[in-house]
């Protein structure tokens, strides 16, 4: 279903002159996501222009070319790959337009910023990997959480308990005489999503792999970013639609637990991360909070800012974040409508930064086709666990791209 910007306002002041050191821009699939997000952060950050918006439904295409002041816009991807003064594609479509686009497109010299997932099937995605090592031009996964400040501050402690740092004794310590077991250096992490299916769009709730995949990319892409060993064996059970439980096992004991919820409430945060490992406690909440037991040498609680839109919220942290929500639940009733909306910052805009460091070839890429080859791999065995109700093993070789 098309979506057109509701509050569409022409305004073609905001439409900047491309310097020579810009990218040119286009952005295929103007929807919720790129309107919230990629438009915005193309016309914020100074290294980037935008040239095209460029969505199947004109009317879309044009409200986005007037609301975030791009040269064009246009319904055809093909023209986009074609353009002369577009140098990098970011893709925000669903899966209905994947390699098509970004083949010919990383032919053409393209870099494209895709949107997750980065392929509907095994062999889409091997393709799409096999173009960017051919072409040597590189497409970036739309993982964005690898670029918040607080998941990359939960991982740097991750790595900082699993790299032998001591941890401090507990309050309470039986363990004076006794042999460690190998259970103590094994990592087990918890991911919790609470998810309120009143605030999804209606294609949840027709899509046959449904958030299972859609969305769980996310936190599989997670999951096997912080975990340095490899899976071997997956299960699933629940709804693929959105209340299910998810186990993933690792080659050196590790378990990874993700637990979704469609009935819960939106305005309760949504994300916590808690990894225990060689007795350090590390939980990682909302974007928004990070709080560890075991270092002697790090904060037992770090807070970190809302997303950029939000500074009418000063107090921080999770305790902040329910106090401000519950005075502008309370300032909203007073003056009539909805309270405004806490969003919290999950790295987009980093993410689509350090990708421009990528091109430009002074920083690594965040997330490389190759880096979503396991995540797609594990995607689709949750899809077939859930089916038959029992385990699945996964070989080393299914993680490997196919070249
Ligand atoms: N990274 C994140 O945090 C995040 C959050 C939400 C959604 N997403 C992902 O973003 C993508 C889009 O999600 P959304 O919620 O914005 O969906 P949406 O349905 O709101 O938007 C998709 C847009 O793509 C357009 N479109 C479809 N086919 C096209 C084509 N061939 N050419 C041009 N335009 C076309 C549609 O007309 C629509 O406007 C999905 O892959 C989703 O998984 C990512």
């Given at each position: 279903?098309?979506?057109?910007?509701?509050?569409?306002?022409?305004?073609?002041?905001?439409?900047?002159?491309?310097?020579?050191?810009?990218?040119?821009?286009?952005?295929?699939?103007?929807?919720?996501?790129?309107?919230?997000?990629?438009?915005?952060?193309?016309?914020?950050?100074?290294?980037?222009?935008?040239?095209?918006?460029?969505?199947?439904?004109?009317?879309?295409?044009?409200?986005?070319?007037?609301?975030?002041?791009?040269?064009?816009?246009?319904?055809?991807?093909?023209?986009?790959?074609?353009?002369?003064?577009?140098?990098?594609?970011?893709?925000?479509?669903?899966?209905?337009?994947?390699?098509?686009?970004?083949?010919?497109?990383?032919?053409?010299?393209?870099?494209?910023?895709?949107?997750?997932?980065?392929?509907?099937?095994?062999?889409?995605?091997?393709?799409?990997?096999?173009?960017?090592?051919?072409?040597?031009?590189?497409?970036?996964?739309?993982?964005?959480?690898?670029?918040?400040?607080?998941?990359?501050?939960?991982?740097?402690?991750?790595?900082?308990?699993?790299?032998?740092?001591?941890?401090?004794?507990?309050?309470?310590?039986?363990?004076?005489?006794?042999?460690?077991?190998?259970?103590?250096?094994?990592?087990?992490?918890?991911?919790?999503?609470?998810?309120?299916?009143?605030?999804?769009?209606?294609?949840?709730?027709?899509?046959?792999?449904?958030?299972?995949?859609?969305?769980?990319?996310?936190?599989?892409?997670?999951?096997?970013?912080?975990?340095?060993?490899?899976?071997?064996?997956?299960?699933?059970?629940?709804?693929?639609?959105?209340?299910?439980?998810?186990?993933?096992?690792?080659?050196?004991?590790?378990?990874?637990?993700?637990?979704?919820?469609?009935?819960?409430?939106?305005?309760?945060?949504?994300?916590?991360?808690?990894?225990?490992?060689?007795?350090?406690?590390?939980?990682?909440?909302?974007?928004i909070e990070i709080r560890q037991c075991?270092?002697?040498?790090?904060?037992?609680?770090?807070?970190?800012?809302?997303?950029?839109?939000?500074?009418?919220?000063?107090?921080?942290?999770?305790?902040?974040?329910?106090?401000?929500?519950?005075?502008?639940?309370?300032?909203?009733?007073?003056?009539?409508?909805?309270?405004?909306?806490?969003?919290?910052?999950?790295?987009?805009?980093?993410?689509?930064?350090?990708?421009?460091?990528?091109?430009?070839?002074?920083?690594?890429?965040?997330?490389?086709?190759?880096?979503?080859?396991?995540?797609?791999?594990?995607?689709?065995?949750?899809?077939?666990?859930?089916?038959?109700?029992?385990?699945?093993?996964?070989?080393?070789?299914?993680?490997?791209a196919s070249l």
């Amino acid at each position: 279903m098309a979506l057109v910007v509701l509050d569409a306002v022409d305004s073609p002041d905001i439409m900047q002159t491309m310097t020579k050191d810009q990218h040119g821009v286009a952005v295929v699939g103007c929807g919720a996501l790129a309107q919230m997000m990629h438009l915005p952060h193309v016309v914020s950050n100074p290294r980037t222009k935008l040239v095209v918006a460029c969505d199947l439904d004109r009317d879309t295409a044009e409200a986005c070319r007037s609301r975030f002041g791009a040269e064009r816009a246009e319904t055809d991807w093909h023209q986009v790959v074609a353009s002369r003064d577009v140098d990098l594609i970011i893709l925000a479509t669903h899966t209905n337009l994947r390699a098509e686009l970004i083949v010919p497109a990383l032919h053409a010299g393209k870099p494209v910023y895709t949107e997750k997932p980065l392929a509907n099937s095994i062999e889409e995605m091997h393709t799409i990997v096999r173009a960017s090592r051919e072409t040597g031009v590189p497409v970036c996964v739309g993982h964005n959480r690898r670029s918040s400040p607080a998941m990359l501050e939960f991982r740097r402690l991750v790595e900082k308990a699993l790299n032998g740092a001591r941890p401090t004794a507990p309050t309470m310590d039986r363990s004076v005489n006794r042999a460690p077991i190998p259970e103590e250096s094994r990592m087990q992490i918890l991911i919790r999503i609470n998810d309120d299916c009143r605030s999804w769009k209606d294609w949840i709730f027709h899509d046959p792999q449904g958030i299972l995949y859609a969305e769980m990319v996310h936190f599989i892409d997670l999951a096997l970013w912080l975990n340095p060993s490899k899976p071997v064996k997956v299960f699933a059970e629940g709804s693929r639609c959105g209340n299910f439980a998810i186990v993933l096992r690792f080659e050196d004991g590790s378990i990874t637990t993700m637990h979704h919820s469609l009935s819960g409430h939106f305005d309760y945060p949504k994300e916590l991360f808690e990894c225990t490992v060689r007795h350090f406690s590390i939980a990682m909440e909302q974007h928004i909070e990070i709080r560890q037991c075991g270092f002697d040498d790090e904060p037992a609680l770090k807070v970190f800012p809302y997303d950029s839109e939000c500074s009418w919220a000063v107090q921080k942290g999770v305790a902040g974040y329910f106090r401000e929500m519950e005075a502008e639940r309370r300032r909203a009733k007073a003056v009539g409508g909805n309270p405004k909306w806490l969003n919290v910052n999950k790295g987009h805009y980093d993410h689509l930064d350090r990708f421009l460091d990528c091109i430009e070839g002074r920083g690594s890429n965040p997330c490389d086709a190759a880096d979503s080859v396991p995540v797609i791999v594990v995607a689709h065995k949750l899809q077939a666990a859930i089916d038959e109700g029992c385990p699945l093993s996964i070989i080393s070789d299914e993680l490997e791209a196919s070249l």
